[in-house]
């Protein structure tokens, strides 16, 4: 069998990268995972809504973050009666139709969506509240 050639114009065929010493580079390595940041802003939703009264309703943004749920009313003088901010362990939540209960042992808040587009769409509002509740409340720790 003839061996083939090589000339001053041509060259093997490369099987290994080598360095000018003659040796095979180590495999790069993967880069080590960055870690969280300490300094990093929590993630925080938030959503107008109408927080319902017996006769009238104050409307205001709840915020979902992964340290609990707020209401914080438009209107100073709502401030002062119907603000509220609970963590995880302090609530209870449910979402049924076109309303949010949020259940505390001193009071239950119910809200509606605000600036919505008809029922439909404060319910996918609502629904999506929840689920951000959902998500970002720590599971329980079992004994």
């Given at each position: 069998?003839?061996?083939?050639?090589?000339?001053?114009d041509t060259a093997p065929p490369k099987t290994e990268a080598r360095s000018a010493?003659?040796?095979?580079?180590?495999?790069?390595?993967?880069?080590?995972?960055?870690?969280?940041?300490?300094?990093?802003?929590?993630?925080?939703?938030?959503?107008?809504?109408?927080?319902?009264?017996?006769?009238?309703?104050?409307?205001g943004q709840l915020s979902v973050s992964s340290a609990g749920v707020a209401f914080?009313?438009?209107?100073?003088?709502?401030?002062?009666?119907?603000?509220?901010?609970?963590?995880?362990?302090?609530?209870?939540?449910?979402?049924?139709?076109?309303?949010?209960?949020?259940?505390?042992?001193?009071?239950?808040?119910?809200?509606?969506?605000?600036?919505?587009?008809?029922?439909?769409?404060?319910?996918?509002?609502?629904?999506?509240?929840?689920?951000?509740?959902?998500?970002?409340?720590?599971?329980?720790?079992?004994?």
């Amino acid at each position: 069998m003839p061996r083939a050639s090589y000339g001053p114009d041509t060259a093997p065929p490369k099987t290994e990268a080598r360095s000018a010493r003659g040796r095979v580079p180590a495999p790069a390595e993967a880069p080590a995972a960055t870690p969280a940041r300490s300094d990093a802003k929590p993630v925080v939703y938030s959503f107008p809504v109408v927080h319902k009264h017996a006769l009238r309703g104050c409307r205001g943004q709840l915020s979902v973050s992964s340290a609990g749920v707020a209401f914080v009313p438009d209107n100073e003088e709502d401030k002062s009666k119907d603000a509220f901010a609970f963590k995880y362990g302090e609530f209870l939540h449910a979402v049924s139709g076109d309303e949010l209960t949020v259940k505390s042992n001193g009071r239950t808040y119910r809200f509606k969506a605000a600036d919505v587009t008809g029922k439909d769409d404060g319910r996918a509002r609502l629904q999506e509240i929840g689920d951000h509740i959902s998500r970002l409340r720590p599971a329980p720790v079992v004994k």
